[in-house]
T-cell receptor
Framework: DAGVIQSPRHEVTEMGQEVTLRCKPI?????LFWYRQTMMRGLELLIYFNNNVPIDDSGMPEDRFSAKMPNASFSTLKIQPSEPRDSAVYFCASSLASGRPQYFGPGTRLLVL | QKEVEQDPGPLSVPEGAIVSLNCTYSNSAFQYFMWYRQYSRKGPELLMYTYSSGNKEDGRFTAQVDKSSKYISLFIRDSQPSDSATYLC?????????????FGGGTRLMVKP
């Protein structure tokens, strides 16, 4: 299996622009998670889906953040408008079922100028 | 106080040393325990996954869980420079719906040749 795939790997944008991050989970995994990682705050869970349905989005910092999972093999995390404090590494992870470990993608390194 | 505490390090050891990495937690409901390794500019990679108290061994790695003390450890035998990375512990409360993990902040390990 190719593992979790994320794109782009790097994104540099200017404040106010829309940013879209993409994720393809491991085939057959029912759960998909979006995380943000910074030096100050570590790994933070933003939102997770079960069978394409958003279950808990309490970690989404503001209304500027939105996530969708239109099908079992694709999810997006969108930031509109982006701000410099959104600069971080964003990870997508998937897991087979409840109680099973999560497998992470390589991350998207976002820099908002 | 965070639910999961982990010394950030850095922990510097000579090649060949036995390394002990630890996490303490406050929530006795945690049942599933994981260790992830994260190389610089990469995503977290699952190393060990355990459910019960006791030891689990995989090559040079041993995971130990002491639920009575709310303490988990990862031991690395014959450490190599390639083990230099940040190690994150993670755990899950099965009473919570879904599959969310609670992560420690990570310990940075440096193995010097």
């Amino acid at each position: 299996d190719a593992g979790v795939i994320q794109s782009p790997r790097h994104e540099v944008t200017e404040m106010g622009q829309e940013v879209t991050l993409r994720c393809k989970p491991i085939s057959g995994h029912d759960y998909l998670f979006w995380y943000r990682q910074t030096m100050m705050r570590g790994l933070e869970l933003l939102i997770y889906f079960n069978n394409n349905v958003p279950i808990d989005d309490s970690g989404m910092p503001e209304d500027r953040f939105s996530a969708k999972m239109p099908n079992a093999s694709f999810s997006t995390l969108k930031i509109q408008p982006s701000e410099p404090r959104d600069s971080a590494v964003y990870f997508c992870a998937s897991s087979l079922a409840s109680g099973r470990p999560q497998y992470f993608g390589p991350g998207t390194r976002l820099l908002v100028l | 106080q965070k639910e999961v505490e982990q010394d950030p390090g850095p922990l510097s050891v000579p090649e060949g040393a036995i390394v002990s990495l630890n996490c303490t937690y406050s929530n006795s409901a945690f049942q599933y325990f994981m260790w992830y390794r994260q190389y610089s500019r990469k995503g977290p990679e699952l190393l060990m996954y355990t459910y019960s108290s006791g030891n689990k061994e995989d090559g040079r790695f041993t995971a130990q869980v002491d639920k009575s003390s709310k303490y988990i450890s990862l031991f690395i035998r014959d450490s190599q420079p390639s083990d230099s990375a940040t190690y994150l512990c993670a755990m899950r409360n099965p009473d919570n719906a879904g599959n969310m993990l609670t992560f420690g902040g990570g310990t940075r390990l440096m193995v010097k040749p």
